[in-house]
């Protein structure tokens, strides 16, 4: 194998601000481009005829290396006119690699020192068509996970999981060795994704695809956090690279280079050419670039400075990364994670605090103190999106100032001149964050209709009469207090897409936000009738009449939210007589999607007094309900699913075929009901954007989860508590069937749950290692590891907020239950420790 393919088109945005005037690909590890070193390890190996794909700034990349003359290499270049996906970029450049030999491919963008020969040995072994390089990392939702037989051939790979789709620790490291013919699977100049496409259509069609598990050192330098390790570990010595220059001790110094005779190095130090240390300045651990000077008495600790800066006398720095061109004046203090741009100018005695970032070219005067520190927001060096929502800690990681960004973002994605409907619930923070979006909005030239106080199913119903190009909902977090949620929403209503969440993110984290004229600023209005609207498609979509007829009374707990506001009235048009409580706004109120002992209690009371056969309790944000019976005891989750569903298929069984959806996660009651009425059961992950997406099969009638949500998609494609109270009350008048009926003709299975404590480093080795436990056992990979054992079952699924696992055990009696929890659940704290 003497041909190579390396990818070399990334944006690196999340690097910035050190890629805002180059690649990533170009960004220096030890004073030369990261991509050099992928070259010096193809050299190593044998490889030296190198085709580069580029796409973001190609001409710094041809500039540096030229033919690849002077690396010992062949180098040429293919440059994509539109973004093809990576297949599809090695496709469009399939006339430059030669059809009749087989060729690796590698990330421009990565650190390796991965033994290829031996890759290359395995892989014609085996016969393979693509072999994989993979590697186990402690957390793998970053990457494609991948999972392989005792010989190596894949049986499942999975790009980007969520914890309860991570079946292993193994993941793919973006290192490819393809077999020409590979290329006739890839269609030309289409969007076409290794991962995502290729790897998928090979297991589909059976063609060998094999996983090698490959011995060294790998890292995807996929932001600065990744950047600064990378850079520590070859200084600890824990990848083999090539370092240019003298060996002295602690380090290794370039031609030219001068260092003081009282300046301490300590730990490893890696200098490049023609720099200056000057008298008593200490460097520790740190990577010098070419042409710096560092003046007398500074002080460099754990810090990256790149080529011509210049470090002022007495200046501090910890834990930094200086860009080229850089001026750091005598006596400044730069404190941790500090990453300055190019052509930067520090004044003297500046003070700049932690995790601060500075764009190209910005002044900080003398004696000032850059006190704006990102501490807190951290976390948005690392992802924005979790799904379609965005949750941070309120007024810190969601404050004005990020909140102003985030809506600039979100218009510059959509584009001048359109209208996003934006809503909130009462909180003030959320009043505060909408205003700050709406101010972000519009300075893009986005136009805002502004709902106010609207549920989320309102605002997706409002979304749907086509006037918006997006939709947005604030709201105090239903589980954390201190939490403020942002909600995304596609122009339909559906939740924003993934795409669309990534050119956000691309955008919030480039800072490529440009700004309109003055006479271009958006607007903002106030819809008048959306209440109306809603009201009238709740009725239209209910037999309103036969509700009526039936004349139903019962308690309705409103849980101080937005639904007190409009329901009552929609309850009068039906003719229901409901005893209401806690049917009013109040911001002191904690919101949470589930009852405390004292508010569970407080409602069976009033039950227990009324004598009403049925109580609801409708959550803050009006997505899902509760239900208690006239004795005051509440269903629990899953018995309630199991009701709905029961009322559902009976009031449904001349409307068959059709389908239901519930998650991995639901009841084996479930299936049984199904069975009954001859209707197919979807399983789906355990997400309310999961039920969503089930509602794009047509065929799918219903779908609900075991957390109080319900979707009917005649209606609405979203959960909404007030229409599902309405279609209980609907189903119970066509049926004749009563709750306290429907939950006594089901069966009834015994349940337990119970949360494992386990690192995050151990949770995708414990989902490995369960895995290979169960291989012979029935199972089902939906989100998480569901185990069929006989009539009982255990899914064991990764809790994605704590470093925990979720053990749901299901047997035909409680003790079965019980002791297939308490055996899986000492079967991980064994696997966790390994």
Known sequence: MKKAVIMAGGFGTRLRPLTTSIPKPMAPLMN??????????????????????????????????????????????????????????????????????????????????????????????????????????????????????????????????????????????????????????????????????????????????????AEGYWRDIGNLNEYQTACADILAGKVKVELKGTPIT?????????????????????????????????????????????????????????????????????????????????????????????????????QLAPNIKLWPRKQVESGAILSRSLVQEEKWLRELFTEARISGQTNIEVNPEFAAKLGSAIGSALGSGVTVALSRDADAASRMTARAINAGLMSVGVSVGDLQLTSIPQTRQELRNGKYAAGIHIRRSVRYNDRTDIILFNGDGRDLPSSKAKTIERLFFGEDIRRVAFDKVGNISFPERSSEHYINRFTNSLDAAGIAARKFHFLIDYSFGLASGIFPQILGQLQCGAVSMNSYIDLTRSYSDTNTSTEAEEVSSVMRALGYPLGFKIDAAAERIAIVDEYGVWYPPQRLLSIVVKLFLEANKDNRPFSIAVPVIASAEIDILAAEYDVNVIRIKNSHSAMVEATTNKDVAFVGDSRGRFIFPDYLFASDAMFTVGKILEMMSLTGLSIADAHAAIPMRYKVQTSVACPWEAKGRVMRRAMEHTEREERQLIDGVKVFLGQDSVLLLPDKERASFFVFTEGETQAAAQSLSDEYAELIRRWSAE
Not at 72 to 92: E, L, P
Not at 264 to 282: D, E, M, Q
Not at 317 to 342: H, R, S, W, Y
């Open 250 to 350: 602690n380090g290794i110094i370039g031609e030219g280079t001068e260092i003081a005779d009282d300046a301490r190095i300590l730990g490893k130090v890696v200098a490049g050419k023609n720099s200056t240390v000057g008298k008593g300045a200490l460097l520790r651990d740190s990577v010098i670039g070419n042409n710096v000077t560092i003046g007398s008495g500074a002080r460099v600790t754990g810090s990256v400075i790149w080529d011509n800066v210049v470090i002022g006398e007495s200046a501090s720095l910890t834990d930094d990364v200086i860009c080229n061109d850089t001026i750091i004046g005598n006596d400044a203090t730069i404190q941790e994670n500090v990453f300055i741009a190019e052509r930067c100018n520090i004044g003297s005695y500046a």
């Open 32 to 213: 030369v481009p990261m991509m050099e070193h992928i070259v010096n390890l193809l050299k190593l190996h044998n490889i030296g005829d190198v085709l580069s794909v580029l796409y973001y700034q190609p001409e710094i990349i041809k500039s540096h290396f030229g033919d690849g003359s002077n690396f010992g290499i062949n180098m040429s270049y293919v440059q994509a006119m539109a973004d093809y996906g990576t297949a599809g970029a090695v496709k469009n450049a399939a006339e430059h690699i030669g059809l009749q030999e087989r060729f690796i491919i590698i990330s421009g963008d990565v650190l390796t020192d991965f033994d290829i020969s031996d890759a290359l040995k395995f892989h014609i072994e085996n016969n393979a068509k693509a072999t994989i390089l993979l590697t186990r990392v402690p957390n793998p939702l970053q990457f494609g996970i991948v999972m392989t037989d005792a010989e190596g051939r894949i049986t499942r790979f999975l790009e980007k999981p969520s914890w309860g789709e991570v079946f292993s620790d193994t993941i793919n490291t973006g290192i490819y060795i393809l077999e020409p013919d590979v290329l006739d699977l890839i269609p030309f100049q289409r969007e076409f994704d290794f991962s995502k496409d290729l790897y998928p259509l090979m297991l589909r069609e059976n063609i060998p695809l094999y996983g090698y598990i």
